[in-house]
Structures are given as structure tokens and as C-alpha cells.
């Protein structure tokens, strides 16, 4: 019997990124998942919360609640929303049943890699992506929902990809949010390391779970006019030959 | 020569300093700093040594999370009994013929001290390491009346000579290379050794710290941990101007934090090499000594008088804030500082605070004020601090603790902010809203983009656009694809392969 | 000197109150298993551990041995006073040694500056970490640091395995009730603070010898 998919795509894939959301339905209807988007949801609430605004940042946690109420699995492509439904979720709602319905729906809220290896066992998903690629350890992937093989695993499983190792890929890419922003200089020094580090590997390609830090990398090896580009992994899942 | 906090910018034609806020300042020489290449990889190549170093010091050790584990223990234990091990700590040196003094301030930590030293007539003071000595800025103190003060430790030294305040809370001098020491000697100390040999150099610090270590009335050192069932002061080092300090001169002042406690001498068995496994990477400090009083009458040697000044200035505070209390564990190993990819980037002096790197953003809101706040912020969150802690501080989250009590507290810093997320979560609590701002969004952007006014005044995101290439603007979102296009599940495709 | 200290009774009151509140539980409910990798050969390790802290370890089998050894060190240092802890043992050891150098004894005073080496006992040499253990009453707090070179005379029956046992020992012998000063040391004296360049001697010791007396 076909997954039945619930899809959370982070308000900034859906206005900004929207192919990493295409593709991400491509990968999983192509291992016979069923896949639905519940329209009706909007943001998770983490530029509120990160930022310290935990009074407004509830609200949107509260409608997250109510929208993903009856999904059975929810995929996110992104470790740093699933990481705020997960981790953040049950401290911003500290007490009561909605507390004890965001830590149950914590435990059935995946990032993209995390359920394609965890949950559905499969680290070839018939993809082809004949090109050197290096990875990068976005942050709340690597560090709040531990993962760290996974990626590389699902990487591994491509036809034709040829993997390179980055020297210091678990150095935080520099954007954090609104800090990308507020912290422009520091930001943008932090990018330039990792592109350091990129241009180093000669690959062609740097991806990630998370799609804010491919924008971020992006931007900066777009205005130093590298060679590499960015892709999110759902990207190179679902290329195919 | 004093050591002050430093302002090593200097300002800009026209401005006068006082005219910035700490956060302005802080921002104006972040973005000059992280701009200076030269040090960027100065500090690369430091905490790529580190890195190795620290390494092969975990590997050393059979389980790194237990260790970890334990430590957190230990610290955790003596937090949440602070005033029971204070109290036996303190009894045990009383009984000794020490001294101990509690201050509440470091204003009165000082006069403490300097009224100590006038009355034995010192003239002379030979200092080992100590950080909450730079919190309290004892140095200007002693001087001010007199006396001549030596900082002892060659990182501590070397930036005395500077007027500069330590760089790292471990490595004070690691932004300099070795020409610039040379150089520094040179003037300062009238030698010159051109080959810049750091032997050499070495050897020269130690002949002139000589004649202080031999000629000083006081010494004064810090204390890494303060050991309740011993009752003594645990101090590690690694050159020996720690040891020198407390054994040649008449009077020894050991200078802590309050929570620099631990309950009993077998946990330095796990502190110890943890300790110095997360600051330097070595099994162990090559000294780590304990010292519990004055000189007995039956020993050769050492200090007549010992003082310990115990002081609080904001950590009881901290104590009794029970989500932050934690907080308090730290152990100043600086791992936590050589991990964070902003300070590597920003440097140490950047921050302009006695703790820089994470545990000092997380800390100095709370010792001094909210004026520091924007540390806080200053942060993509990686969380790296929280995964090398070796006393297990959730430092990142307590980061989002600090932004969110901070905002609480209002005020006019925060009320636009807040305004501007009232009106993003009214957004995003009407998915039409949310969809027909995110349109409106792009359609403008795109518009402005399109006349090549991205990054400039009139750009909303000239912040991003500036040093980037602008944000992707498709003329469709995902959930209009959605509808469009993708609703439908296509079950013509095959499942992938297996694992 | 004023001997009031109205702040203790202030700081004590604020610590109190604050640990009113419990802090929150660990989360973390993983059981751990030991921490060290157990010291499978005390001396073995002992000896590794001097190695790689830069300290010379020679072993001997007997006494004569032993002051066969020290007379070695003593020949490749410039000629000059050394600074002795006055016990029994290093008494006659110097004795069988019968150098011509002038000896300060710890009875007289901590050492000087002009003392080509310190020579003391030990409280306990620790494997795991190659360290020796030593007190004010080995001589002083002088003792092993003042000198450029610093001799410890120790015994294989002193050896622990692990600090945690040393320091166990420590407190059940009373030592830092009976010394004013207690040190593990664990090399000679370096820093790194020039560029991360590890520079041996910096204020303490350049060099530390440690003749160790396995025999009966």
C-alpha cells in the first residue's frame, strides 16, 4: 500500500525555491509514495521565534498544529524547519494537549533524506546526476536532527555522481535567518569560507538539505562568479538519465 | 602598563566615540574585521592547529560524551549547592590561616585588594592568568596606586605591552604573528632578536619576568576550580609563571568567580584532563596545582599570607535563573570560542568584552546589561558550541533564551520589530494573505531588479543584495504549481531501489 | 587591613534564594560506561606518557644504580649549586653520588636563583598521564619550578595508574591538610603562545628528570 505524504514546504521554497518543492514531489511519487500538499498552511513560525518574538511566532506553531492534524507522515525539504517543528516546537508550547500534540507530531515529521533512508529504507532512489558534487553539512540537519550519513548515503546512491570530500563542510555556511541580513558582513565572510572551501574541491556542484543555505552559498558564488553552483539534494534525487 | 578594555579601531574622522552604541560599534568593527583577510587566515591556520591538536586529545580518551557526561555532573552538583561547598571551601582555608574575602562587585574586589597591598607595602605585583581579574580591570587599580603590575602569562604579557586586552580567553596573543612580537620587544623591552626565533623570544619574556617574579611582594592568579573538600585552589598551567607567582612572593591573592566551585579534589581526575583537552588539546596541563594556604611553618618555602577573593558581581543573579543557571558550569575552556565560525571571522577584540566567542554572548547580557544584547544576535545559530562543550552547555539554545527575554522586556529597541512581526504573523495566519503578499513581493522585486536597482537604497533587500547575487524571484510559487500542475499523483512511475 | 566583609552575608542570602528554584532535569537519559581506557601496565604507560610530555625517565634496578644515573644528569649541567630536599633518602643519595657541587638543603630555605637543578622526591608518579605527584613537603613550592633543570628520585612502588586514584589517595592521606601546596606535573614547563609553536622552558623547567628505582 502506497506512504500517504503530507508535504510541508517552508514558505521560502514555496515563494523563493519553488523547484526544490517540484522536486521533491517528483522523488517521492517516483518510490510510489502518495503525495498531498495541504494547501492551507503557510510559515512554521521560525523568523519569529528566532528572532525572540515567541508571543507571535505560537500562533503560527498553533495553525501548524491544526493543518498537519490528520497527516499521517509529513516531509519537509528543509532541516532547519523540520528541526523547528521538532525540537523548537514542544518548548514554544510549553504546556497543555497542543504541547503533547506537537511532540507527537514532531516524531512524524521528517526532513526529505531522514525519511527517504530511516523510514522507507532506500538509499538508491533511481537517480542519475553525472557530475561532481560536494556536500555541505547544513547546521540544524547535522547538529539538532543528527543527521549526518544520510545525505552522503543518498548521494552515493546516485548513478554517475561523483562525491567530493570539502574541508571543514560542517563550518556553518553563514546564514542563520535573519542574521544573513542584520549581520551582513559577518554573513557574508562566513560565505565566502565556504565557497573557499568549495572552489577547493573543483566540484561542480555544492548541495544540501537545507535550501536557505544554498541561497545564501549561491548568492556568493554568484557575485564572485565561481564555478560551482548550488542545488538542493532533492534536486539531484530527482534527475534523472 | 595596564591592561584596558581596548578600543582597537580607531574612529572614524568627525565621530566621536561615545556617540555609537555598543551594538553600533560592534557591527562598525565586525564588518572591518571580517573584511581583513590577513587575519582571517592568521586565525584559520591558529584553530586549524587547534582543531588537530584537539582532536588527537579526544581520541585519547575512551568516551568523549562520558566524560562530557561526568563533567556536567560535577558542576551541575556543585551549582545546585553552591552554598554549601562555598562554605566548606572557605572553612578549610580559614582553618589554614588563609583569608577569605566575598565581593559582591569587582569594585570591591579591587579595593579589597589594593587596600591589601598598600598595607604591606608592595610595590611590585606579578600576575598569573585570570580572567575575572580583566572582568573587575584590577590592573588599572593597582597602578593607579603605585604599583607596578607584571602580567606573567607570554600571551598576557605580550598584550600588555600592546595596551591591548587579551584576544582569547586561552591563547591571549594569537592574533600576532611572530614578526610583530619581535618588533613589539624590540621596543618595549629594548632587545631585539632578528630571526624573530620564538625560542628566542620566549627566552627573552622569560629573563625580564625574571627579575619581577624575584623582586615582587604580591603574586596574584586566578583559579580554574575552587576544590569544596580540600579546600584548595586548583590552578593549571602550562609555562610555570602560575607556580612561580604563588611561591615566591610574600602574599598570594587567588582571585575567582563564586561558581568556580567543585565538591570534591578526585573530580580534577575528570576535569582535569578535559579541561585541557578542549583548550589545547593535551592530555593534561603540564602543572596542575593546588594550593590551600599560607606556608607552613615546617616547609621551605612559599607565600607568608594567602588571600582568597571570591566574587560575584551578577553571577548569583545568573544562579537563581533556572533555565540560565547552567550557564554558570563553564569550566573556560575556550572550545567553545575556537569552534564558532563568527569569531573565527570577527576575532576576539571585536566583541569588546571581558568573555568573547558564545559562552561570552550568551554571558554578558546577564553580567552587565541588556546594552550587550545585540551578542545575542550576533549568531546563525549553528549550534558547533553546544556540540564541543565539555561541560554540555546548550549555549545556542540559551542564545534564543537571551533574544526572547530580551524582546519581552520591550522597550523601544524592540517595539518596531515587533510591530513588523505582528503584521507577518497576521500574514501568515491567512493563507490567502500570506499568498498574495509573497506575489506582490516578487512582482515588486522583480520590477526593481528588472530597472538594476537591485542594492541600492531603494531595494527592501539591499541587506542580502549588496554583497550577493539577489534572491531567486520565479514569476510562480510552489503552491500555484501545485494547483496547476502537480495535485494529481502520477502513478506511472516505478518504485527506486533498495538500500 | 578591615576584616568585615558585609558582602558574604549579602551573597550567601542571593544564593540561597535563588536555588529555591530547581534547575530542570537532564534530559539526556543515556547510561555511560567508563570514561579512561583502563592502565592495562602502570610502568609501561609511565614511561610512554614521559615521552610524549618531553620528560626523561630512566629506570634503575637499585639504589647504586640510581645514584649512578643522577651522577649522570648532574655531569651535563653547567657547574653550579643544586637545591636538595632535605630527607633521609636523597640524603644518602647524594652521599653515594659524591658530587663536588655545593648543595642548598631544603632545611636552609626554598632554592636560588643561581641553582643549576632542584632535586626531590615524590609523593606518587601517575601512569596515565606520566605525572609526578609532589607537596610543599618535597622540598617546597620552589622546588620544582625555580631551577632550569628539576630531578625527581621516585620508586615503582609509588606508581598509580590513573589521577583519579591519586587524587583518592590524596584525600584519604590528609595531603592538603599537611601541605600547603600539592602539584601534578606532567612535563617540563612550555607555551605555545607564539603562533601556536610549542617552545619548551618557558618560565619553569626546561628540562625534568625522573630516575625511577624499580628494585626489591
Keep these: 500500500m502506497a506512504r500517504k505524504i503530507s508535504l510541508f514546504i517552508p514558505c521560502f521554497v514555496d515563494q523563493l525555491q519553488p523547484q526544490v518543492a517540484v522536486d521533491t514531489v517528483k522523488v517521492l511519487r517516483r518510490i510510489g509514495c502518495e503525495v498531498d500538499f495541504p494547501a492551507d498552511q503557510t510559515c512554521c513560525g521560525q523568523p519569529a521565534f528566532n528572532t525572540g518574538f515567541w508571543d507571535e511566532a505560537r500562533p503560527c506553531a498553533e495553525r501548524f498544529l491544526r493543518v498537519f492534524k490528520d497527516a499521517e507522515v509529513i516531509v519537509c525539504p528543509s532541516g532547519s524547519c523540520t528541526t523547528m517543528v521538532r525540537v523548537f516546537y514542544p518548548e514554544l508550547i510549553a504546556s497543555g494537549p497542543a504541547h503533547d500534540e506537537a511532540v507527537a507530531l514532531g516524531k512524524r515529521t521528517f526532513e526529505l533524506s531522514e525519511f527517504l533512508v530511516k523510514v522507507m529504507g532506500l538509499t538508491d532512489v533511481g537517480a542519475a546526476f553525472p557530475h561532481t558534487v560536494t556536500y555541505h553539512a547544513s547546521c540544524h540537519g547535522l547538529r539538532e536532527l543528527k543527521l549526518r550519513n544520510e545525505p552522503l548515503q543518498l548521494l552515493r546512491g546516485v548513478k554517475g555522481l561523483k562525491l567530493v570530500d570539502m574541508l571543514r563542510s560542517e563550518e556553518c555556511c553563514g546564514f542563520g535567518g535573519t542574521f544573513a541580513t542584520k549581520f551582513e558582513s559577518i554573513s557574508v565572510a562566513m560565505g565566502e569560507s565556504k565557497c573557499d572551501s568549495v572552489a577547493v574541491t573543483g566540484a561542480e556542484y555544492v548541495t544540501a538539505i537545507d535550501p536557505s543555505c544554498l541561497m545564501h552559498v549561491q548568492g556568493i558564488l554568484g557575485r564572485r562568479k565561481d564555478r560551482a553552483r548550488a542545488i538542493h539534494l532533492a534536486s539531484i534525487l530527482a534527475s534523472e538519465a | 602598563?595596564?591592561?584596558?578594555?581596548?578600543?582597537?579601531?580607531?574612529?572614524?574622522?568627525?565621530?566621536?566615540?561615545?556617540?555609537?552604541?555598543?551594538?553600533?560599534?560592534?557591527?562598525?568593527?565586525?564588518?572591518?574585521?571580517?573584511?581583513?583577510?590577513?587575519?582571517?587566515?592568521?586565525?584559520?591556520?591558529?584553530?586549524?592547529?587547534?582543531?588537530?591538536?584537539?582532536?588527537?586529545?579526544?581520541?585519547?580518551?575512551?568516551?568523549?560524551?562520558?566524560?562530557?557526561?561526568?563533567?556536567?555532573?560535577?558542576?551541575?552538583?556543585?551549582?545546585?549547592?553552591?552554598?554549601?561547598?562555598?562554605?566548606?571551601?572557605?572553612?578549610?582555608?580559614?582553618?589554614?590561616?588563609?583569608?577569605?574575602?566575598?565581593?559582591?562587585?569587582?569594585?570591591?574586589?579591587?579595593?579589597?585588594?589594593?587596600?591589601?597591598?598598600?598595607?604591606?607595602?608592595?610595590?611590585?605585583?606579578?600576575?598569573?592568568?585570570?580572567?575575572?581579574?580583566?572582568?573587575?580591570?584590577?590592573?588599572?587599580?593597582?597602578?593607579?596606586?603605585?604599583m607596578r603590575v607584571w602580567e606573567t602569562d607570554l600571551g598576557e604579557f605580550i598584550v600588555q605591552l600592546r595596551n591591548e586586552a587579551p584576544y582569547h580567553i586561552v591563547t591571549p596573543a594569537m592574533h600576532l604573528d611572530r614578526n610583530q612580537i619581535r618588533d613589539l620587544f624590540r621596543e618595549k623591552l629594548g632587545e631585539d632578536i632578528p630571526d624573530a626565533d620564538p625560542q628566542k623570544l620566549v627566552a627573552l619574556a622569560r629573563r625580564k619576568l625574571r627579575e619581577a617574579f624575584f623582586a615582587a611582594e604580591m603574586g596574584i592568579s586566578g583559579a580554574n576550580f575552587?576544590?569544596?573538600?580540600?579546600?584548595?585552589?586548583?590552578?593549571?598551567?602550562?609555562?610555570?609563571?602560575?607556580?612561580?607567582?604563588?611561591?615566591?612572593?610574600?602574599?598570594?591573592?587567588?582571585?575567582?568567580?563564586?561558581?568556580?566551585?567543585?565538591?570534591?579534589?578526585?573530580?580534577?581526575?575528570?576535569?582535569?584532563?578535559?579541561?585541557?583537552?578542549?583548550?589545547?588539546?593535551?592530555?593534561?596541563?603540564?602543572?596542575?596545582?593546588?594550593?590551600?594556604?599560607?606556608?607552613?611553618?615546617?616547609?621551605?618555602?612559599?607565600?607568608e599570607e594567602f588571600h582568597v577573593v571570591l566574587l560575584d558581581n551578577g553571577r548569583s543573579g545568573l544562579l537563581a535563573n533556572a533555565e540560565e543557571r547552567e550557564v554558570l558550569h563553564c569550566i573556560r575552556c575556550g572550545a567553545c570560542l575556537n569552534i564558532c565560525p563568527v569569531y573565527r571571522n570577527i576575532g576576539g577584540h571585536t566583541y569588546n568584552t571581558t568573555y568573547p566567542g558564545p559562552i561570552g554572548s550568551v554571558l554578558t547580557p546577564h553580567l552587565r546589561g541588556s546594552e550587550f544584547q545585540h551578542?545575542?544576535?550576533?549568531?546563525?545559530?549553528?549550534?558547533?558550541?553546544?556540540?564541543?562543550?565539555?561541560?554540555?552547555?546548550?549555549?545556542?539554545?540559551?542564545?534564543?533564551?537571551?533574544?526572547?527575554?530580551?524582546?519581552?522586556?520591550?522597550?523601544?529597541?524592540?517595539?518596531?520589530?515587533?510591530?513588523?512581526?505582528?503584521?507577518?504573523?497576521?500574514?501568515?495566519?491567512?493563507?490567502?494573505?500570506?499568498?498574495?503578499?509573497?506575489?506582490?513581493?516578487?512582482?515588486?522585486?522583480?520590477?526593481?531588479y528588472g530597472m538594476g536597482l537591485a542594492g541600492t537604497a531603494l531595494d527592501p533587500m539591499r541587506d542580502w543584495s549588496r554583497k550577493r547575487t539577489p534572491?531567486?524571484?520565479p514569476s510562480q510559487s510552489f503552491r500555484a504549481r501545485w494547483r496547476k500542475e502537480l495535485s494529481k499523483n502520477d502513478q506511472g512511475r516505478t518504485a527506486g531501489g533498495n538500500k | 587591613m578591615a576584616t568585615s566583609n558585609p558582602s558574604r552575608e549579602t551573597i550567601l542570602a542571593r544564593i540561597r534564594d535563588g536555588l529555591r528554584t530547581p534547575a530542570p532535569p537532564i534530559e539526556d537519559k543515556t547510561f555511560y560506561g567508563p570514561i579512561f581506557e583502563a592502565v592495562e601496565n602502570p610502568l609501561e604507560r609511565f614511561q610512554q606518557e614521559c615521552k610524549a610530555n618531553l620528560m626523561e625517565c630512566q629506570l634503575t634496578a637499585d639504589s647504586v644504580a640510581s645514584a649512578q644515573a643522577l651522577a649522570g644528569v648532574l655531569q651535563s649541567l653547567p657547574l653550579g649549586e643544586v637545591f636538595v630536599q632535605d630527607d633521609p633518602v636523597l640524603r644518602r643519595l647524594m652521599s653515594a653520588v659524591g658530587s663536588q657541587r655545593q648543595i642548598r638543603w631544603s632545611s636552609e630555605g626554598g632554592p636560588r636563583e643561581q641553582s643549576q637543578a632542584t632535586i626531590t622526591l615524590a609523593d606518587a608518579l601517575i601512569a596515565q598521564t606520566g605525572s609526578i605527584f609532589v607537596s610543599a613537603s618535597g622540598g617546597g613550592r620552589g622546588a620544582s619550578v625555580v631551577a632550569p633543570t628539576h630531578i625527581v628520585y621516585a620508586f615503582a612502588k609509588q606508581l598509580v595508574p590513573d589521577l583519579v586514584t591519586a587524587l583518592r589517595n590524596a584525600t584519604a592521606d590528609g595531603r592538603l591538610d599537611k601541605n600547603s601546596y600539592a602539584c601534578v606535573i606532567s612535563g617540563s614547563s612550555r607555551t605555545a603562545d607564539i603562533e601556536k609553536i610549542l617552545v619548551q622552558g618557558a618560565h619553569g623547567p626546561m628540562r625534568l628528570v625522573v630516575i625511577v628505582e624499580t628494585g626489591t
Design chain 2, 1 to 146: 602598563m595596564s591592561t584596558t578594555v581596548p578600543t582597537p579601531n580607531t574612529t572614524p574622522a568627525g565621530e566621536t566615540p561615545s556617540a555609537l552604541t555598543a551594538a553600533q560599534k560592534f557591527l562598525r568593527d565586525a564588518a572591518t574585521k571580517s573584511a581583513d583577510l590577513v587575519h582571517r587566515e592568521i586565525i584559520r591556520k591558529n584553530m586549524d592547529s587547534y582543531d588537530a591538536a584537539h582532536n588527537r586529545g579526544r581520541a585519547r580518551i575512551k568516551d568523549w560524551e562520558a566524560a562530557r557526561r561526568k563533567c556536567q555532573e560535577i558542576k551541575r552538583e556543585a551549582i545546585n549547592n553552591l552554598d554549601k561547598y562555598l562554605l566548606q571551601f572557605e572553612q578549610k582555608v580559614l582553618a589554614r590561616g588563609g583569608h577569605v574575602f566575598w565581593a559582591a562587585t569587582g569594585d570591591e574586589a579591587c579595593a579589597y585588594i589594593k587596600d591589601l597591598a598598600v598595607s604591606r607595602g608592595v610595590k611590585t605585583v606579578v600576575k598569573s592568568k585570570s580572567m575575572v581579574t580583566e572582568e573587575m580591570h584590577l590592573a588599572p587599580v593597582l597602578e593607579a596606586a603605585g
Design chain 2, 226 to 303: 575552587l576544590v569544596a573538600d580540600a579546600g584548595a585552589v586548583a590552578i593549571s598551567t602550562n609555562e610555570g609563571n602560575g607556580r612561580l607567582s604563588t611561591s615566591l612572593p610574600r602574599i598570594h591573592v587567588a582571585v575567582t568567580g563564586i561558581e568556580k566551585v567543585i565538591p570534591r579534589l578526585e573530580d580534577l581526575g575528570t576535569l582535569w584532563p578535559v579541561l585541557a583537552t578542549s583548550g589545547t588539546g593535551q592530555p593534561i596541563t603540564t602543572y596542575s596545582t593546588l594550593v590551600g594556604g599560607p606556608k607552613r611553618a615546617d616547609e621551605a618555602d612559599g607565600p
Design chain 2, 375 to 448: 551578542l545575542s544576535y550576533a549568531s546563525s545559530l549553528c549550534g558547533a558550541c553546544t556540540s564541543v562543550c565539555p561541560v554540555n552547555i546548550n549555549l545556542h539554545h540559551h542564545l534564543l533564551h537571551n533574544r526572547r527575554d530580551f524582546t519581552k522586556a520591550g522597550g523601544a529597541k524592540t517595539s518596531g520589530e515587533r510591530r513588523q512581526f505582528k503584521l507577518w504573523r497576521t500574514a501568515m495566519l491567512h493563507p490567502r494573505l500570506y499568498e498574495l503578499g509573497g506575489w506582490m513581493m516578487r512582482r515588486s522585486l522583480r520590477l526593481l
Design chain 2, 471 to 473: 534572491v531567486p524571484l
